[in-house]
């Protein structure tokens, strides 16, 4: 093997470790976003953990976080919470820096 094709192997090696932690990242926010509007929602310990399964679920629709922020923006329009679009957005980019941060960590 060259140290070209080494070089390639290596790049290709650190992309997919890359990866491979950005989506368990994105699936630790939408864990975290869960919980976090389940408190708002004053649901019970084991609710907020189904419900944050649920969130996680949604993240499947389609790429991008765009179907995250649809489910938390329905449900919690429906538990009729004060909540505006930038507050939801903000908590989603804070608890994505959490996460990368807490995935990182356990690498």
């Known amino acids: 093997m060259s140290s070209f094709d080494k070089r390639q192997k290596g790049f290709e090696s650190k992309f997919a470790h890359d ?12 864990k975290l976003l869960g919980l976090w509007l389940a408190e708002l929602m004053n649901k019970s310990q084991d609710d907020a953990e189904n419900y944050a399964k649920q969130v996680i679920i949604a993240d499947f629709e389609e790429a991008g976080d765009e179907d995250v922020f649809r489910k938390l923006r329905a449900d919690a329009d429906e538990a009729e919470l004060t909540l505006s679009d930038n507050q939801i957005r ?6 994505t820096e959490i996460a990368r941060e807490q995935v990182r960590s356990e690498a």
């Open 90 to 95: 903000t908590k989603m980019a804070e608890l």
């Open 19 to 30: 990866e491979n932690l950005e989506f368990k990242a994105a699936a630790r926010r939408n």
